[in-house]
């Protein structure tokens, strides 16, 4: 059974600072999503990754993958109150490297929260 | 504009009653999936659908029913059966195969017990 854990579940941070959001997965996949939620309301997609070494960067925002490690990373660069929400990655269970998504297991999701 | 709607938005439940949420999107997307979402948890799939006619279940396929006569249309129906209802209800959709792409997902259902 895949099983997909991030780190850290609740993340409060002052504006301004970094900080990196950990997604460990447990069977192999070379696919790999990061979605955003905001309270109440549906997920955004954010990034897909599809190969080992995968880097995506949109604005603050930068997700790496390493599929031999099994991670992947959320950094946020000098983190503003706009990002505040939950962050969830998602592993497609079957991990082709062609295709659209079949089954995807999420983690927990990260709750961020940035302070003024 | 294209995309995925549910209805309604809230839905209440009444000691065994079977429910239904609509899922309708105009993506022309071939799988769809519901997943149901509880505080401070990940999604969990449900059911998911890969073609007309056909669908799977999920992790937790119990008390729940879908079917799929429309390739627009995958309607979770919430039976008797599932003795805690309470939850965020998200359906959504995707390409397949060669597209990498997303899963795109609607704005929810909420529904609770009266």
């Known amino acids: 059974e895949l099983k997909v854990e991030q780190n850290p579940l609740f993340l409060s941070m002052q504006e301004g600072k970094n900080y990196t959001i950990y997604c460990n997965y447990s069977?192999?996949?070379?696919?790999l999503y990061w979605y955003r939620q905001d309270p109440g309301k549906s997920l955004e997609s954010l990034f897909v990754?599809?190969?080992?070494?995968a880097v995506k960067q949109e604005g603050r925002l930068m997700a790496s993958l390493d599929t031999k490690a099994r991670l992947s990373t959320l950094h946020i660069t000098a983190a503003v109150h706009d990002l505040s929400a939950t962050y969830f990655c998602?592993?497609?269970?079957?991990?082709?490297?062609?295709?659209?998504?079949?089954?995807?297991?999420f983690g927990k999701g990260t709750k961020l929260t940035v302070n003024p | 504009d294209g995309g995925i709607t549910q209805s309604p938005k809230y839905l209440f439940r009444k000691e065994g009653q079977n429910v239904t949420l609509s899922c309708e999107q105009n993506l022309n997307h071939d799988a769809m999936y519901w997943y149901r979402q509880d505080p401070g948890q990940g999604l969990r799939l449900i059911y998911y659908s890969q073609i007309v006619n056909d669908f799977q279940k999920g992790d937790i396929a119990e008390g729940y029913s879908v079917s799929r006569e429309k390739k627009e249309s995958f309607p979770l129906t919430v039976t008797s059966a599932q003795k805690n209802p309470t939850a965020f209800y998200l359906c959504?959709?995707?390409?397949?195969?060669?597209?990498?792409?997303?899963?795109?997902f609607g704005d929810g259902t909420r529904l609770s017990i009266l």
């Open positions: 998602a592993v497609d269970i079957k991990g082709r490297p062609q295709g659209g998504s079949e089954k995807l297991v």
């Open positions: 069977t192999t996949s070379d696919r």
């Open positions: 959504a959709s995707s390409t397949r195969p060669v597209r990498n792409q997303p899963q795109h």
């Open positions: 990754l599809l190969s080992n070494g």
